[in-house]
C-alpha cells in the first residue's frame, strides 16, 4: 500500500495525524490524570475536615481515583480512534456481573460506610448488635469485631448489624440498674425498705443525683415485690449489680427477712 506513495503523502496521510492522536492522547491522559489527582486529594481533605474514619477515607479515595481513571483511559483511547462503545458495554456487563455475585458484600460494604459515617458505636463500646453483644474492637468496612466478656472473637457483618435493633450501653455515662427483691408477706415492709436504702447509700459507686428507688412495685402470688432502681456511672454497672445482690441476700438473712420460694396453697376436700 506504501510502494506507491512518496514520502510527503506519507508523512501527511499517515504519519502526521497518527503522531498528532498519539500526542493528544498522552496530553488527555496526562492531564485528566493530573485532574483526578486534584479531585481525589480535595474529597480527601473535605472528609478529612467532616472527621470521617480514615479508613473510610482512604477506601472511598481508591475507589474514586480507580473510576475516574477508567473515564480518563476511554477518553484517550477514543482519541486514538478506538472504538470504545464495546469497551464501555463491555465495562458494564461485568460490573453487572459482579454485583450481583457480590452482592452480599455490597451490603455489607454500605452498611459499614453507614455505620462510619453515622457512627452509632465507635470502638470501646459495649454494644448488642447482630444477634451478639460484645466491646467494638474494630469497625471494618464489611464486618465489626467485638470481644465478649469472656474473651472470644466475634466477627459480625455490618449488614446484619445495620438491619436491627443496635443498643449501646456506652453511650451514656450513667446507667440505671433494674432490680427486684422479694420478701414474704409476714415479713417487716418497712424494715426491709430501710435495709435496702441504707446499703445503697453506703455504696460509694452509686449516685446521689438521680436518687435511687426504692419501692413496692407489685404484690406477687407468693411475695411482696420491691422495685429497686439506682444510677450509676456506665462502667460500673455489673460490679454494683453483682454487688448488690449479695449485700442484700445478707443483709435479709441477718434480720431475719425471708425471700420466698414460689408457692401454691392447695385446699384438699374430702367427702363422706
Not at 482512604?58 to 477514543?78: D, P
Amino acid at each position: 500500500m506504501f510502494e506507491n506513495m512518496d514520502v510527503a503523502q506519507l508523512l501527511n496521510e499517515y504519519v502526521l495525524p497518527w503522531g498528532i492522536n498519539i500526542i493528544m492522547a498522552l496530553i488527555i491522559f496526562i492531564i485528566g490524570r493530573w485532574i483526578v489527582g486534584l479531585l481525589v486529594n480535595l474529597v480527601a481533605r473535605l472528609m478529612n475536615k467532616s472527621k470521617t474514619d480514615p479508613m473510610l477515607i482512604s477506601f472511598i479515595s481508591s475507589i474514586l481515583r480507580s473510576v475516574l481513571l477508567l473515564f480518563v483511559v476511554i477518553a484517550s483511547l477514543n482519541q486514538l480512534g478506538v472504538d470504545t462503545t464495546s469497551f464501555i458495554a463491555l465495562i458494564g456487563a461485568a460490573g453487572l456481573a459482579i454485583g450481583l455475585a457480590l452482592q452480599g458484600s455490597l451490603q455489607n460494604f454500605a452498611a459499614g460506610v453507614l455505620l462510619i459515617l453515622f457512627r452509632p458505636f465507635k470502638v470501646g463500646d459495649f454494644v448488642e448488635a447482630g444477634g451478639t453483644a460484645g466491646t467494638v474492637e474494630e469497625i471494618g468496612i464489611f464486618a465489626t469485631t467485638m470481644k465478649t466478656g469472656d474473651n472470644r472473637e466475634i466477627i459480625v457483618p455490618n449488614g446484619a448489624i445495620y438491619d436491627g435493633n443496635i443498643t449501646n450501653n456506652s453511650a451514656r455515662d450513667t446507667r440505671r440498674i433494674d432490680m427486684i427483691f422479694g420478701i414474704g408477706y409476714n415479713d417487716d415492709i418497712r424494715q426491709a425498705k430501710e435495709i435496702i436504702s441504707s446499703i445503697l447509700e453506703a455504696d460509694e459507686c452509686i449516685l446521689k443525683e438521680p436518687k435511687p428507688l426504692v419501692a413496692v412495685g407489685e404484690l406477687g402470688d407468693s411475695s411482696v415485690n420491691f422495685t429497686v432502681r439506682p444510677w450509676v456511672n456506665s462502667g460500673d454497672y455489673w460490679k454494683v449489680r453483682f454487688a448488690l445482690n449479695e449485700k442484700i441476700k445478707l443483709a435479709f438473712d441477718d434480720a431475719g427477712i425471708s425471700i420466698p420460694y414460689p408457692q401454691m396453697d392447695v385446699h384438699v376436700s374430702k367427702n363422706d
